[in-house]
């Protein structure tokens, strides 16, 4: 794969077959929103597309992972014992049950 690609949504509607020979050329391309990057398209074929989703979402699942310790370290969840952490989901469905 080669240099990164940048398209706006606006190229994205109006030039695709240029950002088709884009993904041909490099195999993927940042498509953005007013300068930002917002999304990025892969070239997939029948036979890895499958495994190039599950790959996505496994990246997506770890990114997910690596959030959820940053907060848990910042408020100090991460410092919690395992009867801390049952009280809290006790005290959750408790709470839940109550609801009207």
């Known amino acids: ?3 990164m690609n940048f398209v706006s949504f606006r190229e994205l509607r109006t030039s695709t ?4 020979d884009m993904l041909a050329d490099n195999g993927k391309v940042v498509v953005t929103s007013n300068g930002k990057p917002k ?3 892969f070239q997939v074929n029948e036979t890895d597309f499958e ?11 770890a990114r997910a992972i690596n959030n959820i310790r940053t907060v848990a370290g910042s408020n100090g969840a991460s410092e919690m014992t395992l009867d801390e952490i049952n009280a809290e989901i006790q ?9 009207p």
């Not at 077959?17 to 088709?20: A, D, H, L, T």
């Not at 005290?91 to 609801?99: D, F, I, L, P, V």
């Open 1 to 3: 794969m080669g240099s």
């Open 17 to 20: 077959g240029k950002i088709n």
């Open 39 to 41: 999304a990025i398209m």
């Open 51 to 61: 495994e190039t989703l599950a790959i996505i979402n496994q990246i997506k699942l």
């Open 91 to 99: 005290a959750s469905r408790r709470e839940k049950r109550n609801r």
